[in-house]
């Protein structure tokens, strides 16, 4: 395959003078690129897959970077009349937003560590102050300047020394998640020697000079290395190599700074190994042996490993055992399974734990009193919200620090007293222009799919809504990898709602909203139903009047990109537009590539397509596979050229194919960023205007794009 991948490319450049990539089609008055098909077939088990847009992967090759910028000319020239309305949206999001900010500070021994905003720059700076907020600020990171000449600018570990002394950090100038590690001494200002390319998790050890980071693989981005390395030295320590391919390691360190963990995880099996965070030259000791299933997490807490496990309990539960020996004949539990609770996760502090649970669908925080063992939840006030930990860096505490949100309720922190149960504002995001939450509704329906399963959806949307079948909507979801979508809040989503847009995100299966089963019933072998659980949700709202086909827009990102081909191949005649951004919808061909990033990992979320059954059951519902000559909705797919999740290449060829299959005349649009990844722009201005063009393709569709002013749609 890379032989002929090579002759491929010597092809294209000996003709590239004499070949355009893509020949123009009429569509209104605009011409449409239309790729050349070049004839690439597979064969696998009896089968013929054809791609005549294979070509499309050649990222070096010069008539693929011309082919893409012709889809942007004609995305740009078909979204010319909604120019205007792109930079009203642009103006009233960002209309919203305190440009000049300050995070909360969280304190790490003697320093308070923040970030902060200004008007105009695209990125934070890293600061922190000695004693108190009243210090002289010392600007640890300004990542202004770090980006300064480069499209694109991602921060990835940001790691001090327990004596303040050094920071590790890393960053990605392609957005291709190809960070590179750097230490910075804080007390002289200069950034030290090391340059360690392609790192992930970045741990320090207790003695302040000891570095343990991960690194992946050239090709696969498979993070397979864990290393040990002494600032200062020229010798990197090669400590253990994952071989096996469905795995990628971790590392971190426990709060209470006793230990580091070394985990191997897989998508439903992992393996922890530690060692004593002052003894970093100490040898790693695996704790639980891997197993097919067996899914754990550790933490250590006065001198015990508790072990948060789904060992005969799917939605696990918590026992400890010795580090000497943590088999499970010397488990004891601590928390038993509960099968309505879903156990996320256990931080330790002092003389409490706090367990990140889920029930119903919602977010729930609970307090364990270690010396009394008594517990309690962290109440609500609202019956659909977001609740979730924030930033605790400090073990000896008898505080927790927590993010509270809804779809109407800004992004609240709050400092929560465990022993007397009061809670401290500490900031709400501020919304700028004149909201109120309660001109606002938010709340949770349950739809019914078609085997009976109930699926929650929330809602919301400007009070005085008709709903009556006539308001526009906009639906979005994911479903996949067994994440969770929480109901929070967004300043953006506003230029939406004002405009009388109802916003609806549909927790499907495959997710884990609703715990390990809901997960379960939506992967592998069962991955259909997170597809029908979408059509069914769409089609309940439409049924009860929430909004009509004719007004319906769907999006959905990433896994959710393929969420958004499937449905659309199924049910095109259900929505009026969609929008995909960094769609993963060429399944069949990334999933037979073993080089790809990811692919191998994936074995256990998609299935293995070099399997037969696995191959047959994943063609059904494979975007790409499955285009037909048929009337399709309205289509803007977003790519990024230096996506290593997804490449850019997916959306592209499903664009390319579509173009020349479909049998209508609605605009089918590709708008590819040539300087990012997965996240599209890292620029926060940069990010708000792909918001705006986004919005303003929606609005377009749903038949508002010429009321440029919240007032104009209450008309």
């Not at 504002?425 to 309660?438: S, T």
């Not at 609703?514 to 709202?541: H, P, S």
């Not at 960023?673 to 722009?681: L, T, Y």
């Amino acid at each position: 395959m890379k032989r002929l991948t090579t002759s491929l490319l010597l092809q294209a450049a000996l003709l590239i003078t004499l070949l355009a990539p893509a020949t123009l089609a009429q569509n209104g008055d605009r011409q449409q690129p239309v790729a050349r098909k070049e004839a690439h077939v597979t064969e696998i088990h009896g089968y013929t897959l054809k791609d005549d847009y294979f070509w499309l992967r050649e990222k070096t090759n010069p008539e693929v970077i011309k082919y893409l910028e012709q889809e942007n000319a004609y995305t740009e020239d078909m979204m010319k009349p909604t120019k205007e309305l792109q930079e009203t949206l642009y103006k009233e999001i960002l209309g919203h937003i305190k440009q000049t900010d300050l995070s909360v500070p969280s304190r790490i021994g003697d320093y308070y560590y923040y970030s902060r905003t200004e008007e105009g720059k695209q990125y934070p700076y890293m600061c922190r102050k000695k004693g108190s907020m009243d210090a002289k600020e010392e600007v640890l990171l300004d990542l202004n300047k770090l980006a300064e000449g480069k499209g694109y600018l991602g921060l990835g570990a940001y790691n001090v020394s327990d004596d303040g002394n050094l920071l590790a950090y890393s960053t990605d100038s392609t957005g291709y998640r190809q960070f590179n590690l750097h230490v910075k001494d804080l007390r002289t200002g200069q950034t030290l020697g090391e340059n360690i390319e392609r790192t992930g998790s970045v741990v320090w050890a207790n003695d302040n000079k000891t570095l343990f980071y991960t690194t992946e693989d050239a090709v696969s981005k498979r993070s397979d290395k864990f290393w040990r390395h002494v600032v200062g030295s020229d010798k990197n320590d090669l400590i253990f190599e994952e071989k096996d391919e469905l795995f990628d390691v971790g590392a971190s360190r426990s709060l209470d700074k006793k230990t580091i963990f070394l985990a191997s995880y897989a998508k439903t099996s992992r393996e922890f190994r530690y060692v004593a965070a002052d003894n970093p030259t100490g040898q790693f000791k695996v704790i639980l042996p891997r197993q097919e299933g067996h899914e754990y997490d550790v933490d250590h807490y006065n001198g015990l490993f508790y072990i948060t496990t789904n060992k005969d309990a799917k939605n696990f539960r918590v026992v400890t055992a010795p580090p000497g020996d943590s088999s499970e004949k010397n488990w004891k539990t601590f928390i038993p399974h509960n099968p309505k609770v879903k156990i996320d996760n256990l931080t330790t502090f002092a003389n409490h734990l706090v367990v990140s649970e889920k029930e119903g669908g919602l977010n729930y925080l609970r307090i364990i009193d270690m010396k009394t063992k008594q517990s309690h939840r962290i109440t609500t006030d609202e019956a659909d919200y977001a609740l979730f930990l924030s930033t605790n860096p400090e073990f000896n505490t008898t505080t927790v620090r927590f993010n509270y949100q809804s779809m109407v309720t800004p992004s609240s922190v709050y400092d929560y007293d465990m022993n007397t149960r009061q809670r401290k504002l500490l900031k709400q995001q501020e919304v700028l222009g004149g909201y109120d939450a309660k001109n606002y509704e938010a709340k949770r329906i349950w739809s019914i799919s078609r085997d009976g399963t109930k699926v929650p959806i929330s809602l919301v949307y400007k009070k005085g809504v008709k709903l009556d079948g006539t308001a526009p909507m906009l639906l979005y979801a994911y479903g996949s990898y067994g994440s969770s979508m929480a109901p929070t809040f967004s300043f953006s989503r506003l230029a939406l709602l004002d405009r009388g847009v109802i916003f609806a995100q549909a927790c499907i299966r495959g997710g884990g909203e609703l715990g390990e089963d809901w997960r379960e019933q939506g992967r592998m072998m069962n991955k259909l139903n997170t597809f029908y659980d979408f059509i069914d949700c769409a089609d309940y709202l439409v049924k009860n009047k929430y909004t009509s086909s004719g007004r319906l827009v769907i999006q959905g990102g990433s896994a959710g990109g393929l969420l958004m081909g499937a449905v659309i191949n199924m049910r095109p005649d259900l929505f009026k537009a969609v929008v995909a951004h960094v769609p993963f919808v060429d399944v069949m061909n990334t999933m037979l590539d073993a080089s790809l990033p990811l692919t191998t990992s994936e074995y256990k979320e998609w299935g293995n397509p070099n399997e037969k059954a696995a191959f047959d059951y994943m063609m059904k519902y494979s975007p790409y596979d499955n285009i037909a000559a048929k009337n399709y909705p309205a289509l803007l797919v977003h790519v990024s050229l230096n996506d290593s999740q997804v490449p850019y290449w997916e959306g592209t060829k499903f664009v390319a194919k579509l173009r020349v299959t479909k049998t209508d005349n609605n605009p089918l649009l590709l708008k590819v960023n040539m300087g990012a990844g997965h996240g599209g722009a890292s620029g926060r201005y940069d990010a708000l205007r792909e918001t705006a063009f986004t919005y303003s393709f929606m609005l377009w569709q749903m038949g508002i794009a010429k009321r440029d002013s919240p007032d104009a749609a209450s008309r």
